[in-house]
Nanobody
Framework: QVQLVESGGGLVQAGGSLRLSCAFS????????MGWFRQAPGKEREFVAA????????YYSESMKGLFTISRDNAKNMVYLQMNSLKSEDTAVYYC????????????????????WGQGTQVTVSS
């Protein structure tokens, strides 16, 4: 059974940076596209970024493009989200997800395309 465990969340001041990590186990990591989503208090979960199984292609929410960077290490079964210039509105629980998405297109921004989800890690940005 695939399991995903996020880490790296915490409290950071506005303008600061954080790198989230997600450890994958229980399957063949290199066959899954990986995504990051987030859910702020009182809001629906929203797409942040996705990366293809090979790591060659990435896809971002327009509002995060240029500020957040997704990457993966298939040798370590890890996916990362580097977040820079954080703002208070980035405060949310961040989730990683794994999906069988052979070709990374805009569908990677859709929750239902992902089969496995982590428990989430809290990111709090203080202003």
């Amino acid at each position: 059974q695939v399991q995903l465990v996020e880490s790296g969340g915490g409290l950071v001041q506005a303008g600061g940076s954080l790198r989230l990590s997600c450890a994958f186990s229980g399957g063949t990591f290199s066959t899954f596209a990986m995504g990051w989503f987030r859910q702020a208090p009182g809001k629906e979960r929203e797409f942040v970024a996705a990366i293809s199984w090979s790591g060659i292609k990435t896809y971002y929410s327009e509002s995060m493009k240029g500020l957040f960077t997704i990457s993966r290490d298939n040798a370590k079964n890890m996916v990362y989200l580097q977040m820079n210039s954080l703002k208070s509105e980035d405060t949310a629980v961040y989730y990683c997800a794994a999906g069988d998405i052979p070709v990374l297109t805009a569908v990677a921004g859709t929750e239902r395309r992902y089969d496995y989800w982590g428990q989430g890690t809290q990111v709090t940005v203080s202003s």
